[in-house]
């Protein structure tokens, strides 16, 4: 499996977001010249982060983005879902299989599933954010 160039630049972003917790809000802007990536790519990120709940956008004076809940939270299978939908290895997941009326593996699909995600919820933005891996090692 491979994240896609959205999911990737969505992890970036919140990675970015998180290492501003507690600060001053920040805008897209900001993240997008922070992480290297388009403004425009930023800002459809951030449309479809805040949707999830793992952004929210703040008005006004002293407005911008912050984090919904603590980077400690949110897990990196919330930041890949909020881009591309359920965690589904297979294409049957997701009803586009055009032999699944004889498949064996269907299903052990979802368990196979089910632990992609659980490997990805355990690894938290907070994690992300401070560039360790799960080893204490700097990524």
Not at 18 to 31: E, K, M, Q
Not at 50 to 56: D, E, M, T
Not at 118 to 128: D, V
């Amino acid at each position: 499996m491979r994240l896609s160039n959205f999911a990737d630049y969505a992890v970036v972003t919140m990675s970015a977001a998180a290492r501003h917790c507690g600060t001053a809000r920040v805008s897209a802007a900001d993240l997008a010249a922070e992480t290297g990536l388009p403004v425009p790519t930023v800002q459809k990120l951030v449309s479809k982060l805040s949707a999830a709940g793992l952004l929210r956008s703040v008005r006004g004076a002293g407005g911008g983005l912050q984090l919904a809940r603590p980077p400690a939270s949110i897990t990196l299978a919330d930041i890949v879902e909020a881009v591309e939908g359920p965690i589904a290895m297979a294409a049957c997941a997701h009803g586009a299989c055009g032999v699944d009326h004889d498949c064996q593996m269907r299903p052990h699909w979802p368990l196979v599933d089910q632990a992609l995600r659980g490997a990805l919820a355990g690894i938290p933005l907070s994690q992300l954010a401070a560039g360790q891996l799960a080893s204490g090692v700097p990524a």
